[in-house]
């Protein structure tokens, strides 16, 4: 059975720093889209940052510059280091692996920014 497990997340002063990381349990990860998403409670669940099979990248307009994704194929393992942050990044983040026809999430960490 295909487990997401995300670990990272707590609670930090604006403009602090976090590192959310997430280990995949699936064979062979490293054909798998990854990307980071979180969702607020009332709104939707929204693509914080993307990456492809080959590293090709994608951030919300919101992260841009300050949040960087990033993968270890040889530990199934995907990061997301979030720098700069602001109370509006509080949210819980998932962790996001598929391809054509699969698509597997993680169980969410809570991530709170205070003012």
């Known amino acids: 059975q295909v487990q997401l497990v995300e670990s990272g997340g707590g609670l930090v002063q604006a403009g602090g720093s976090l590192r959310l990381s997430c280990v995949a349990s699936?064979?062979?990860?490293?054909?798998?889209?990854v990307a980071w998403y979180r969702e607020v409670p009332g709104h939707h669940r929204e693509m914080v940052a993307a990456a492809s099979s080959n590293m090709q990248t994608n951030y919300a307009t919101s992260v841009k510059g300050r949040f960087t994704i990033s993968r270890d194929n040889a530990r199934d393992t995907v990061l997301l280091q979030m720098n700069s942050l602001k109370p509006e990044d509080t949210a819980v983040y998932y962790c996001?692996?598929?391809?054509?026809?699969?698509?597997?999430w993680g169980q969410g960490t809570q991530v709170t920014v205070s003012s």
């Open positions: 699936v064979r062979d990860f490293s054909s798998y889209a």
């Open positions: 996001n692996v598929g391809r054509v026809g699969v698509n597997y």
